[in-house]
């Protein structure tokens, strides 16, 4: 299959400048995925007129994008899925399902029924377990591999930390930290809380867990125990500004996992920590810090005012992030054009037990805290 390239069909293109998916779309429309070219475009809620109702600027930004893919790319765009059209013979298609969690299942349905026979599926990709299960099962059964966004997984500072863990002679522990830039009052983070009401696990802290689902063997079946860091961490019950319910989340969290077969490793998130997520290698045995290793790091900062000047107004995680999505995109579309491993990209099945494994940590860790 040499010279072919993946036919995408983007799932979720969401507004210009704002959504995940139109940074897909900009990413493949640069030619900057060697294995794989944008062919349609699927938007359900800004070719709608909910939308022109609800958010009219951003109706009106994703119409002018759409005139340039139709007018100048010559690129289809829809609003369901199946109105794509049935794939010419010999076209490998691969989808790219860039939508609400609560969206994907019946999303992911439709993209097999136009015979995707590859899938990239944004993380979490469903709100359930039962959910994902269902969903792997029914591509399973038509020949469709699902592959998971969960960008950290190629990043090279997680590649950096594992190196220099298992290269040292220090036995080493290994921390992941993830920040976020919430300012820390009451009002930003019941705000917060209640927007990310499946809590800090499922959400923030969900491509840690899938770090430690993917490369130390970390499931349910094989935790031996839990520990929270009760210094670092805080669990708080806030009032959701919108709805008045009350949500119990962490608004920092640090624990460490040991499993088994003796494999010790750690997470933390903090809401209000900054804009970056480090991996940190200690010395196990002093605890002295050797390393620490950033995302993003040196080269993907030093590109960032090079994708500002060319996408002014868009998010700036787009920028931060950008190495890694477009390693993604290329490692999934390589796998399904000429079988080349995608080396550390997230399976379904990662999906599946990483959830499970932040549905198991929740209620234990808040205990751990609550006391």
């Given at each position: 299959m040499s010279g072919e390239k993946a036919s995408v069909v983007l799932v979720g293109c969401g507004c210009p400048l704002k959504s995940m998916g139109w940074y897909h779309a900009v990413q493949l429309l640069d030619d900057r995925c060697p294995s794989a070219t944008l062919k349609y475009v699927v938007e359900p809620f800004y070719t709608s007129d909910a939308a022109k109702r609800i958010d009219p600027a951003g109706y009106e930004s994703f119409q002018q994008f759409r005139k340039e893919l139709e007018d100048q790319r010559g690129i289809p765009v829809y609003s369901q899925v199946s109105d794509v059209p049935a794939p010419a013979e010999g076209e490998l298609r691969l989808g790219i399902i860039s939508a609400r969690t609560a969206d994907n299942p019946d999303l992911l349905a439709s993209c097999v029924n136009i015979q995707c026979k590859s899938i990239y599926l944004e993380k979490p990709g469903a709100p359930t377990v039962t959910e994902l299960e269902a969903m792997r099962d029914a591509a399973a059964s038509a020949g469709c591999k699902v592959f998971m966004g969960f960008n950290?997984?190629?990043?090279?500072?997680?590649?950096?930390?594992?190196?220099?863990a298992q290269t040292?002679?220090?036995?080493?522990d290994v921390t992941f930290l993830h920040n976020n830039a919430y300012p820390n009052t009451p009002a930003d983070l019941s705000e917060c809380f209640e927007r990310n009401a499946e809590g800090m696990l499922k959400n923030m802290a969900i491509h840690e867990l899938a770090i430690l689902v993917t490369f130390y063997g970390v499931t349910v079946d094989t935790i031996a125990s839990v520990e929270a860091d009760t210094e670092f961490s805080s669990c708080q019950t806030l009032r959701g500004p919108s709805s008045g319910k009350d949500f119990?989340?962490?608004d920092k969290l640090k624990f460490k996992i040991t499993t088994k077969e003796g494999v010790e490793v750690s997470v933390a998130a903090d809401r209000c920590g900054g804009d970056d997520s480090v991996a940190i290698v200690t010395d196990a045995t002093s605890g002295e810090q050797i390393a620490t290793f950033t995302m993003p790091d040196d080269d993907a900062v030093a590109n960032i005012p090079n994708l500002e000047s060319k996408y002014p107004g868009a998010m700036p995680y787009f920028f931060t992030q950008d190495p890694d999505y477009l390693t993604l995109k290329e490692r999934v579309a390589r796998n399904f054009v000429d079988g080349t491993e995608a080396e550390g990209v997230a399976t379904i099945d990662v999906a599946i037990e990483t959830l499970k494994v932040a549905e198991y940590l929740t209620p234990l860790l808040q205990e751990q805290l609550m006391k």
């Open positions: 950290k997984n190629v990043s090279a500072y997680l590649q950096r930390a594992k190196i220099l040292s002679d220090q036995t080493c119990t989340d962490f």
